[in-house]
């Protein structure tokens, strides 16, 4: 299985809602990342998690809270987004100096 | 600290023609390099990657790109473009490996991106 999952596909969420995607991989990679993608642009990264820990958190504004529960899932929390965070959120998965594998990503707009 | 510069946002060419998409480099050591393409509303796809070894890469879906040191370029090339090849192209440079990480994760820069359009 050399595939990253996610879900849902598309996420419309108030500015209130707590919601959570999700993101999943059975290739035994043990680095897992978060992107955010805006139209037009390229991925920006979010958080990185090594062997279940978080290794890198790229500022990210704490209304974003991942959470990494096992090795082959990552989940994104999100609470009180405003509308310039709707965006493409794209995980990946990687093991040692391979090439980063990525889901086909959730489209969030926030109302 | 590594960076690419992809030349040309947008390339435009018509089917059964070369495709030639640029991409620039700087690292300060031997950098690992990738290609990456995206098709509307959908995830990145590794077509290609350099890891040092040969200097002629080649990919999946006719693709292939050419690593030149001299020159600080990896541009990706295909003889001849299919409709089907129309997507967002991305170039990345793999980072320094990240401490407590147990070298199992870099970050990836990766370029501002080219879109390929190609007329029938």
């Known amino acids: 299985d050399t595939e990253v999952t996610q879900t849902p596909k598309h996420l419309v969420m108030g500015m209130t809602n707590k919601k959570s995607l999700k993101c999943e991989q059975h290739?035994?990679?043990?680095?897992m990342y978060w992107y955010k993608q805006k139209a037009k642009k390229p991925p920006e990264l979010m958080f990185v998690?090594?062997?279940?820990?978080?290794?890198i958190n790229e500022s990210v504004p704490s209304r974003f809270s991942p959470e990494c529960p096992n090795s082959s899932l990552l989940n994104l929390h999100l609470h009180a987004l405003q509308p310039e965070d709707s965006a493409l959120y794209l995980c990946?998965?990687?093991?040692?100096?391979?090439?980063?594998?990525f889901g086909p990503g959730t489209r969030l707009t926030v109302l | 600290a590594q960076s690419v510069t992809q030349l040309g946002s947008h390339v435009s060419v018509s089917e059964g023609a070369l495709v030639l998409l640029r991409c620039n480099y700087s690292?300060?050591?031997?950098?690992?390099l990738f290609w990456y393409v995206q098709y509307p509303n959908q995830g990145l796809q590794l077509l290609l990657k350099?890891?040092?070894?040969?200097?002629l890469v080649k990919g999946i879906n006719g693709f292939e790109a050419e690593f030149k040191k001299s020159e600080t370029s990896f541009h990706l090339t295909k003889p001849s473009a299919h409709m089907s090849d129309a997507a967002e192209y991305f170039c990345a440079v793999r980072g320094f490996r990240q401490p407590n990480s147990g070298g199992s994760n870099y970050k990836l820069t990766f370029g501002k991106g080219t879109l390929l359009t190609v007329n029938p």
């Open positions: 290739m035994g990679h043990r680095a």
């Open positions: 350099y890891t040092s070894a040969a200097t």
């Open positions: 990946a998965s990687s093991q040692h100096s391979n090439e980063q594998f």
């Open positions: 998690y090594s062997y279940e820990k978080l290794s």
């Open positions: 690292s300060s050591v031997p950098p690992y």
